[in-house]
């Protein structure tokens, strides 16, 4: 094969093969009498575990580490772990396009969609206009459909028809026009934070690619003093985490229950 139909074959393009040449990545191939390089089997190989492992979040110099370590291995055993890589990732995506398709063809608010835990939090939740538990349950909807967080919802189920959450929201709306520095901050950060269980805490993923950037994103739905609110509350239960010897990321995705 030539640089061309290998990069082809494995869905990159021969910039990206010429790259993982220049540092070293992947070995130069035997060329032919003419200057063409002549890629085998187990170049294309190679090449697609270092796609497979860059796409699930791993730096060059991780794959490059990676690769040592299959140096030496069977083919047979090199392709069948690819074959299950790509197997596990045609079931991710068949699954989050059940869930878009459920998005698309459900009712405004998605609520068909959602998982079965998540559900049932919802459903425990009592009806309100409040925007910001409108936002909430947008946020919590979000959070089912990159990564779940069962044991979240677990835990945040004692709150689903606790008044004190409904009081919340209510003082969080009130400071929908308010400055970055209103006075009723503060005093509202203290009373979400604490009103969230311990078991909330030990639910909280330590880390993850699918939720980077999450809690950023979170906080730029909101207006200025309510982001002061939310990030107090993330610094909040972050600390207290590790305080407790969690690992908690503090992303913000704790913060209520969504009532409707």
Do not use: C
């Not at 308010?178 to 604490?194: E, F, N, Q, T, V």
């Amino acid at each position: 094969m030539r640089i061309g139909e290998i990069a082809a074959l494995v869905g990159v393009t021969p910039r990206t093969v010429r790259h993982y040449h220049h540092i070293g990545l992947l070995a130069e191939p035997a060329r032919r009498a003419n200057g063409y390089r002549a890629y085998g089997v187990r170049d294309a190989v190679l090449l697609a575990r270092i796609r497979r492992l860059t796409e699930l979040g791993l730096g060059l110099d991780e794959v490059r580490e990676v690769l040592a370590g299959d140096a030496g291995r069977d083919l047979g055993d090199v392709l069948r772990e690819l074959d299950a890589d790509l197997a596990r990732q045609e079931r991710e995506i068949r699954e989050r396009r059940k869930r878009l398709a459920g998005l698309m063809d459900g009712p405004p608010d998605g609520t068909e969609s959602v998982s079965p835990a998540l559900a049932e939090l919802l459903a425990a939740a009592p009806v309100t206009g409040s925007p910001a538990a409108a936002k909430d349950r947008e946020h919590l909807m979000l959070l089912d459909t990159i990564s779940g967080g069962s044991e979240i919802y677990a835990a945040l189920r004692p709150l689903a028809g606790d008044p004190a959450v409904l009081a919340l929201y209510g003082q969080l709306d009130a400071l929908a026009a308010a400055p970055p520095d209103d006075p009723r901050i503060g005093p509202l950060a203290d009373r979400m934070a604490a009103l969230a269980p311990d078991e909330v805490l030990d639910a909280i993923p330590a880390d993850g690619p699918a939720m980077t950037g999450f809690g950023e994103a979170l906080l730029a739905d909101y207006t200025p003093a309510q982001a002061e609110v939310v990030r107090r509350v993330m610094v909040a239960l972050t600390l207290r985490s590790r305080g407790r010897g969690g690992s908690g990321d503090g992303d913000g995705k704790t913060k209520g229950t969504g009532a409707r």
